[in-house]
């Protein structure tokens, strides 16, 4: 007798997943199986001048220079977290919502079937240079847990009452970028970032750190990032999702009521400048689809302790501390990653 398939939601990575220990992967991981949707990622990127996902994959070194760059990171991210949700064995798994964070949000658009996986490359693609047509500037992460990621009391509301008062200084800019659950994305310009260094209350577990090659993503700065989105993006390349897709905002996309133009609006609009709430999105997700397992496909699995950490905000099947959740882990995992080997083995169909 078959054991009966597992309900799942899908999160797609964002920024600063592929690394030093990635690369390689693309090839290592699908070269064989994928090579007809690789191919097509290349000619993409050939066709506008740009090294191929196979070439910058398969580069001998890593290079922080290069690879960390928005229109190097982008596609080789989308690619890798594309391909790895080909892989998942829909034998057992049987995939109910995708969510994402912030570039992950354009992976999220294929995963659910809203665009094809070849326009959600080109999506990708494009958005990794546009995500660099902005003004100075950049984004902060700063911790608001401690070490068992429970909240410290009261420091995120200073941290925002502190960004409230920076950003309303003449010449600076200061707004939440990304809400992390146990960690902030704050982003601003120069002016605003050197403030809120200068000011910022202690947090605890690490030092608040600038995001190497980072913009001022998910602010008003990056309106000419959001108008050159418009501009090259057409809405055309949107369909209704094939599943339900939890956006930024927490709002769920559903099959069938979903208008592919306020998808495209929003997509290159709303998610661009505004705050993205990737904890709220995990948490709806949870809340209304009630997954048995959340999967995280690669590149990398940076992104398990924020999942981890916005389930903790809500105590999700009682897991109310990094403990908690380690040890339900460890006995029956309920987040299953595919940038570590183990669980990845759990997820993908054998050849």
């Known amino acids: 007798m078959t054991a009966a398939k597992k309900t799942a939601i899908v999160v797609a990575p964002g920024r600063g997943t592929y690394g030093k220990g990635e690369l390689g992967s693309i090839a290592r991981l699908h070269g064989a199986r994928f090579a007809e949707l690789i191919a097509d990622f290349d000619a993409q990127r050939r066709m506008r001048g740009q090294p191929t996902v196979s070439e910058l994959d398969g580069a001998e070194r890593f290079s922080v220079a290069t690879h960390m760059r928005g229109d190097v990171a982008a596609p080789l991210i989308y690619s890798a977290t594309a391909l790895d949700y080909l892989s998942i064995d829909r034998d057992k798994y ?86 992390l659950a146990g960690m902030l994305v704050l982003a601003g ?25 980072h913009g001022p993503f998910h602010t008003p700065l990056m309106v000419g990032s959001s108008d050159k989105a418009k501009a090259e993006l057409p809405a055309s390349l949107f369909g ?62 940076t992104l398990g302790g924020a999942i981890a950490q916005a389930l903790i905000g809500i105590s999700w099947q009682g897991i109310a501390s990094k403990a908690e959740f380690v040890a339900r882990q460890a006995a029956d995992p309920i987040l299953l990653s595919m940038g570590r080997a183990e669980q990845r083995a759990l997820v993908t169909a054998k050849e």
């Not at 099959?255 to 400048?273: A, C, K, M």
């Open 94 to 179: 049987d995939v109910v919502a995708v969510a994402g964070n912030s570039m992950g949000w354009y992976s999220a658009l294929a995963l659910g079937g809203a665009v094809s996986i070849e326009d959600g490359f080109r999506i990708a693609n494009a958005m990794g240079l546009n995500s660099q047509t902005h003004g100075p500037g950049g984004q902060i992460l700063l911790q608001v847990v401690d070490e068992d990621w429970r909240p410290v009391p009261g420091l995120r509301d200073r941290l925002l009452g502190l960004v409230a008062a920076i950003d309303a200084r003449p010449g600076h800019d200061l707004a939440l970028s990304i809400d």
């Open 189 to 213: 310009n120069e002016q605003g970032l050197a403030a809120l260094l200068a000011e910022a209350p202690p947090t605890p577990g690490r030092d608040p750190l600038r995001l190497a090659g």
């Open 240 to 301: 209704g999702p094939a599943i339900p897709m939890i956006d930024g905002r927490g709002h769920v996309w559903r099959r069938f009521s979903s208008d592919p133009t306020e998808l495209w609006d929003y997509t290159f609009g709303h998610q661009i400048l505004a705050p993205y709430d990737f904890a709220l999105s995990v948490q709806v997700a949870v809340r209304e689809f009630a997954p048995d397992v959340i999967i995280l496909p690669g590149p990398g699995d």
